[in-house]
């Protein structure tokens, strides 16, 4: 685990035409679009993140619901929470592990991905070409094939992912709070402080059984394929507040001229031949108009309303065409 994060500070030194800013802006000609030049696998067919379109994906009976085991108490040392200079990292300890995929994966590091004031998104993983405020990872590698994440990290199927969306409610997470209330510890690159263990299960969406799966890769360098997603289709909440701790608290650099840290998702990649499975169905788009739908002014997307369900995913104009 720690040779893994050193290989990756390395590498990221390593990058030439500053490769810490080119992680956090997008539309930065020497940003995400010039990572394949130093890393060929960020070029290649089977990257992340990727827009997951609801009404091209296939389901599969025999995705088990996940089952976290040891994430209510992970142990009773404290956790070391690191910024990175590109994103805030949680170590967790290998008594965190995933049982529902066709091996054990134990548990490394959790870390989140965000935009900036003033957008509205800053995920990774979008929906039906929606994105939302923030996305948490939690990273996970096969120890029954593997010795370690670093030797996982660059097999088929060694890192197991787990993707949750964020968006903005009206309370304040408490979950997310254990990481948040400690950002201004931490808030300038290489800095790392030590929290109280928390409940971990707590970051993850109520439901874990309804989730889409895919073969990608690791959204920075060096972007190996090697990873087993799993975005859970319902999200996380956080408050307005702690949002906004999120985006404005960290810095990218050690020093004087600090450079915020935010932005630090990369840009939807091309699925090209891969398939992406639900483990569960979907209502239907003919229910879905049945149930009622409201146009939202000036974009093209309508959301609509589940039975018994506050969650809303948004579903795009495409979808109700037949209609
Ligand atoms: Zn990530």
Known sequence: MLFFTLLLEVIWILTANGALVSSNKRTSPH????????YPECGSNAQSPINIQTDSVTFDPDLLPLQPHGYEQPGTEPLNLHNNGHTVQLSLPSTLYLEGLPRKYVAA?????????????????LINGKATAAELHIVHYDSESYESLSEAAQRPQGLAVLGILIEVGETKNPAYEYILSHLHEIKHKDQKTSIP???????????????????????????????????????????????????????????????????????????NQRMVFASFIQDSPYTAVWTGFHSRKNN?????????DQDSPTVTMRRLNCV
């Open 300 to 308: 093209r997307t309508f959301s609509l309303s589940e039975h018994g």
């Open 197 to 271: 263990p928390f409940n971990v299960r707590g970051l993850l969406p109520p439901l874990l059984a309804q989730y889409f799966r895919y073969n990608g890769s690791l959204t920075t360098p060096p972007c190996y394929q090697s990873v087993l997603w799993t975005v859970f289709h319902r999200r996380a909440q956080i408050s307005t507040e702690q949002l906004e701790k999120l985006r404005e608290t960290l810095f990218s650099t050690e020093e004087e001229p600090s450079e915020p840290l935010v932005q630090n998702y990369r840009a939807p990649q091309p699925l």
């Open 31 to 38: 940003g995400q679009d010039h990572w394949p030049a130093s």
């Open 109 to 125: 590091q959790l870390h989140l991905h965000w935009g900036q004031k003033g957008t509205p998104w800053g995920s990774e993983h």
